[in-house]
């Protein structure tokens, strides 16, 4: 049996290795950055190749020239996805207090999606109470068009955005009742849009039944969603109305949270 570590070398970029070395570098340099030649020590490389590296690295925007050809500090592209690390896991930390209320509330599993460019991400989850466990991994981009958080943050795009997004995800189907055109989801988000809050009625998985809603930043903007997940047999038709506002109601308190106490009207 092949070592293991040799086998995970194998699926290396070299380049894409050393440079992400190098941000690290950089990065821990602080806001004075590093020069070539600092970089080419610290990656054990000739000076040409750190510079083609640091020259390569500042045209995607992750680095940027401190002191033209000389000094390399990080770059506003880097800055801004570290921002977004940040303001999500601020999310996740201002919303866990909201997710435990909902799933006592509800008696079952609760999720906190974060929205990326329209998809759900969920970074937070809550068991429900009963034996039942949904161990649905957490940190994984998911689709959105048949999940709950992802058809109540789909709803907040308008049907050009929509489009776009579908075209690039696709509507891939996971059990009969998932949605099969693409017409029939926008026809849904409409839906959505008057009640305030989403269902995946067996969409994704058959036997689960969930609802989401969104909620909102401080700018107006879908920050996420919320969602509860639980066995079908055990959501009865005349609850799914009560269900659904419970879940929207709570995506409007981490609304106000997230808006700093000014109440978010949704879009």
């Known amino acids: 049996m092949p070592n293991a570590d040799v086998a995970e070398g194998r699926y290396r970029v070299q380049s894409v290795a050393r440079a992400a ?30 510079l083609s590296l640091a020259r390569t690295l500042v045209a995607a925007g992750l680095l940027r020239s401190l002191e033209v050809g000389a000094r390399y500090g990080l770059g506003l592209n880097l800055l801004r996805l570290g921002d977004l690390a940040s303001q999500q896991t601020s999310i996740g930390e201002l919303g866990l207090p909201v997710l435990h209320e909902l799933s006592r509330a509800t008696g079952m599993t609760a999720r906190l999606a974060v929205n990326e460019n329209g998809y759900p991400i969920f970074l937070e989850r809550v068991d429900g109470g009963g034996p039942v466990r949904f161990h649905a991994p957490l940190g994984q981009r998911e689709e959105p068009h048949c999940t709950a958080a992802g058809k109540a943050i789909l709803a907040q795009m308008d049907e050009l955005e929509v489009r776009r997004l579908i075209g690039e995800a696709g509507m891939r189907v996971h059990t009969p009742k998932t949605l099969g055109t693409l017409e ?33 930043d401080h700018h107006g903007r879908c920050a996420g969603a919320l969602s509860v997940t639980d066995l079908k047999l055990d959501v009865p038709l005349r609850e799914v109305q009560a269900l659904g506002l419970t879940v929207r109601e709570h995506a409007e308190r981490l609304s106000t949270i997230l808006s700093g106490s000014k109440r978010v009207a949704r879009r």
């Open 184 to 216: 029939d989801l926008l026809a849904d988000l409409e839906r959505i849009r008057q009640i305030g809050f989403a269902i995946d009625d067996e969409e994704e998985s058959e036997g689960v039944f969930c609802a989401g809603a969104a909620f909102f």
């Open 21 to 50: 070395a190098l941000l690290e570098l950089v990065a821990d340099a602080g806001p004075q950055g590093l020069g070539v030649t600092e970089m080419a020590q610290g990656l054990g490389v000739a000076k040409s190749t750190a």
